[in-house]
């Protein structure tokens, strides 16, 4: 039926740059492939969910995937991967977690140390509504565990906004999943906007670092 409407072999057909190696590549892993992302972008954002999880739900409409797996894993994969950075959190203490992962690709201690403060500030309902915040929501986990924050709570508070958070990005992909052109210039937006957001954060970074080296060798003066 999609080939008669659209002409295309494939529902990922059409779907360019990082965003269709992103489709691509759901399709071909299934839904714990989904899972499997939301894993990673938890604890080291490759592409973020607001890719992923439309996409998703997208293949679930035409019939590529199973809708409600697709929640549950990838609700189950943000969920895992919070818990390492809790865990690391509460291992390592919040200051020697920082100075470790702050190394990492694309990642700022400025980055934690923000995530810090949001946790500090709103204690345990940080864990719910970060989840539901860019730039806050894969580091949140670091402090709560840093803060022994009961694990029982940690899981309840991550579940919900993690589920909340996946449930109306894969439901926006599925409500699109019959309109191909909409997902064709999705498809472009998305990759500007990655792109876009992946220079401004290199960009960043640079400046930070360049501006704490400099920083760093007028104290060594002094």
Known sequence: MWTIMTGAASP????TG??????????ALG??????FTLAETV??????????PLAGYLAKQGSLNLFLVFATSTLGAYLGALLLYL???????DRSIRGLSKLPLVDREDFEHAAGWFRRHGRSSIFFGRLLPGVRSLISLPAGAAAMPLGTFTLFTLAGSGLWN????GLGYLLGTQYRLIEEYSRFLNY??????????VLLVLRRTKRARAHREDVRR
């Open 12 to 15: 990922t057909e059409g779907l």
């Open 18 to 27: 990082i965003v269709g190696f992103a489709a691509r590549a759901i399709d």
């Open 31 to 36: 839904e714990f492939g989904v899972g499997a």
């Open 44 to 53: 080291v954002p490759p592409i973020p969910s607001e890719v992923i999880l």
């Open 88 to 94: 690391l959190g509460a291992k390592l203490g919040l």
């Open 167 to 170: 449930g109306a990005l894969i």
């Open 193 to 202: 906007a990655v792109y876009g957001a992946l220079a401004v954060a290199v």
